[in-house]
């Protein structure tokens, strides 16, 4: 794919990579959206919106990549200022969900002005922009690359650029034919469930159910699409072959999900009133 956007030949060469550019792209265009809907939904000032993706932007990335860099500590404890360069790649998403979560678990019910349960609804779908957006960056960086498949819609070993790490797993020996496009199903499935809620949501469900739909699906979609992943050496497994430290994460995100569910129960009609009695007579 195309790990290097652009490369300017000024002060010894400027390289913009794909990577970190579109992760940058996916938090503008998501917050873009979030602003729109919360000023017109809820009355939420728009820079407040904009202030608190920045930091779940910002915890996100921290969070993913320490759950990588602890994956992988010996490639990071050799080269620790290599922990920095997320342009190029080493992101475990849970990681940075996780983070997320504590954040606005402890900040949201301190800032009764930013509406709560219906405030936390419209971050989740403003997420599956994200995700489907910033999906792209590893792909065109080449990373979180799928197994070897055989399927017509796999991507060839060779379009992965020298120097990526879906073409080294294909240069240590292992089939050179196609892989599984995980990046691109974790995209398509991040717009699907972006659909989803936003269906759900036009029913005018009691707030703080979307957002746990969304805890509750997301950890389960992301983990199934985790077992066509050839990247468990990159990734981190706790048991080889079968959990990786992503999926690991998503069991606490699902139960997250599962608790506001519980917790936000349908509203229930308030009784209707009693008739007025009929006048007395004169």
């Known amino acids: 794919m195309h790990p290097k956007l652009v490369e300017i030949p000024v002060f010894g060469g400027i390289t913009i990579f794909a990577y970190g550019t579109l992760i ?12 729109r809907v919360a000023k017109r939904t809820l009355g939420v000032d728009p820079e407040r919106v904009f202030n608190v993706g920045f930091a779940l932007l910002f915890l996100g990335l921290a969070g993913a990549r320490l759950v990588y860099a602890f994956a992988n500590y010996q490639e990071f404890s050799n080269k620790p200022l290599a922990f ?21 678990a402890w900040w949201l019910p301190r800032h009764p ?17 994200a995700f489907a957006i910033g999906w792209t960056a590893s792909l065109l960086a080449g990373d979180d690359y799928g197994k070897a ?12 650029e020298a120097g ?55 950890p389960i979609g992301h ?8 990247d468990d050496d990159k990734r981190g497994m706790l048991i080889e072959g079968a959990l990786s430290w992503s999926q690991l994460l ?10 506001i569910r519980l917790i936000r129960k349908e509203e229930t009609a308030p ?12």
Not at 149 to 160: E, R
């Open 164 to 218: 990526t790490p879906a073409a080294a797993f294909a240069a240590r020996g292992d089939p050179l034919g196609k892989l599984h496009p995980t990046q691109v199903y974790e995209s398509l499935f991040a717009v699907l469930l972006f659909v989803v809620l936003s269906l759900y949501a036009r029913k005018k469900p009691v707030s703080g159910r979307v957002a746990a739909w969304f805890l509750m699906l997301h």
């Open 113 to 129: 002005e930013m509406k709560g349960f219906a405030f936390l609804d419209l971050l989740a779908r403003a997420a599956c922009i």
């Open 250 to 259: 998503a069991i606490p995100v699902f139960f997250s999900g599962l608790a």
């Open 24 to 35: 940058v792209v996916a938090f503008l265009v998501a917050a873009w959206w979030a602003r």
């Open 271 to 282: 009784p209707p009133a009693a008739p007025a009695p009929p006048p007395s007579p004169a």
């Open 84 to 104: 920095l360069k997320i342009w190029e790649g080493g992101l475990v998403g849970y990681g940075g969900v996780v983070a997320g979560l504590l954040w606005i």
């Open 149 to 160: 498949t055989t399927l017509p819609w796999g991507i060839p070993a060779s379009a992965f």
């Open 223 to 230: 983990s199934l699409i985790e077992l066509f992943r050839g």
